[in-house]
């Protein structure tokens, strides 16, 4: 064990800090400062530019939060899209539903892929599964160009709108979502926390009612973010996000740790303060 302390700061007012076991990754790639690190409690953590993404302790509340809401409640999910998500646990959460014929998985830097892959894999654990189709590209150009059949759901599973995922939450970026989208499909995202992150969140829920018809954000918690509260939206042209596919809920319940139904149900609760 060593005395580091790694430390991410939001702003000049919050830190959150772990200590270092040992040192596995720290690396700068074409687009960001890449580092994994062995922590108490928390296991294994990765961090892109100081920034905490995801830990082997408690990565299941996002991930499972970020996909299943969705994957309950479309109409289709035979087809899927993941933009962003180099650590692999979304599309494993993705892949859960037998349905599921083929998951797209866009990832811009290479380098976060190689290294969730060497010292992750208790996250990553589809990156052999042959529904999957990994591409090392920007996901913005993808929505935005790609001559592709329609997808029936889209995962943007980006770090912060800081750095390489700036353009990510954006109106021009959403509205090429809507046009890989089917006119039947979901878009669901994580949409950072209403209280450390009130105006983007706020911001993000604006932007979002310009493209889509319907706009559902939901709640839950996510450890590694140090906020307590954390928000992922589910936006489509009128799908009701609570209007729950029992066979497929039951059936994933069976092997989440944190997402069940009921679960499912009270996190589209909205808050007073955030209904205003």
Same mark, same amino acid.
């Not at 990765?46 to 996909?67: I, N, P, R």
């Not at 529904?131 to 920007?138: F, H, P, T, V």
């Not at 890989?180 to 209403?194: D, K, M, R």
């Given at each position: 064990? @060593?005395?580091?302390?790694y430390?991410?700061?939001?702003?000049?007012? @919050?830190?959150?800090?772990?200590?270092?076991r040992?040192?596995?990754?720290?690396?700068?790639?074409?687009?960001?400062?890449?580092?994994?690190?062995?922590?108490?409690?928390?296991?294994?953590?990765?961090?892109?530019?100081g920034v905490?993404?995801?830990?082997?302790?408690?990565?299941?509340?996002?991930?499972?939060?970020?996909v299943?809401?969705?994957?309950?409640?479309?109409?289709?999910?035979?087809?899927?899209?993941?933009?962003?998500g180099?650590?692999?646990?979304?599309?494993?959460?993705?892949?859960? +539903?037998?349905?599921?014929?083929?998951?797209?998985?866009?990832?811009?830097?290479?380098r976060?892929?190689?290294?969730?892959?060497?010292?992750?894999?208790?996250?990553?654990?589809?990156? =052999?599964?042959?529904?999957?189709?990994?591409?090392?590209? =920007?996901?913005?150009?993808?929505v935005?160009?790609?001559?592709t059949?329609?997808?029936?759901v889209?995962?943007?599973?980006?770090?912060?709108?800081?750095?390489?995922?700036?353009?990510?939450?954006?109106e021009a970026?959403?509205?090429?979502?809507?046009?890989?989208?089917a006119?039947?499909?979901?878009?669901?995202?994580?949409?950072?926390?209403?209280?450390l992150?009130r105006?983007?969140?706020? $911001?993000?829920?604006? @932007?979002? $009612?310009?493209?889509?018809?319907?706009?559902?954000?939901?709640?839950?918690?996510?450890?590694i973010?140090?906020?307590?509260?954390?928000?992922?939206?589910?936006?489509?042209?009128?799908?009701?996000?609570?209007?729950?596919? =029992?066979?497929?809920?039951?059936?994933?319940?069976?092997?989440?740790?944190?997402?069940?139904? =009921?679960? +499912?149900r009270?996190?589209?609760?909205?808050?007073?303060?955030?209904?205003?």
């Amino acid at each position: 064990m @060593t005395n580091e302390w790694y430390y991410e700061q939001f702003e000049n007012h @919050t830190r959150l800090g772990m200590r270092v076991r040992r040192r596995l990754v720290t690396e700068q790639s074409e687009f960001q400062k890449i580092e994994l690190f062995e922590a108490e409690r928390y296991g294994r953590v990765l961090a892109l530019d100081g920034v905490y993404q995801t830990s082997e302790a408690e990565e299941y509340f996002y991930h499972e939060m970020l996909v299943h809401p969705a994957m309950t409640s479309a109409p289709r999910i035979r087809r899927a899209l993941v933009i962003g998500g180099g650590d692999g646990g979304t599309a494993r959460e993705v892949l859960k +539903h037998p349905e599921v014929e083929q998951c797209v998985m866009v990832e811009i830097d290479a380098r976060v892929v190689e290294a969730c892959k060497a010292h992750l894999p208790a996250i990553g654990t589809a990156w =052999d599964d042959p529904r999957l189709d990994l591409r090392i590209g =920007d996901g913005i150009a993808f929505v935005k160009e790609a001559d592709t059949e329609p997808f029936d759901v889209i995962f943007l599973d980006g770090s912060d709108p800081i750095g390489p995922s700036t353009g990510l939450y954006d109106e021009a970026f959403y509205r090429g979502c809507t046009r890989v989208l089917a006119p039947h499909g979901v878009f669901a995202l994580q949409s950072e926390s209403p209280f450390l992150m009130r105006g983007i969140f706020l $911001r993000i829920q604006e @932007t979002l $009612r310009r493209v889509f018809g319907r706009v559902d954000p939901y709640f839950g918690p996510a450890p590694i973010y140090g906020c307590g509260i954390w928000s992922w939206t589910c936006a489509s042209r009128g799908i009701d996000p609570t209007a729950i596919v =029992d066979a497929r809920a039951e059936r994933i319940e069976t092997q989440s740790r944190y997402y069940n139904r =009921d679960v +499912h149900r009270g996190a589209f609760a909205v808050p007073n303060d955030l209904r205003r």
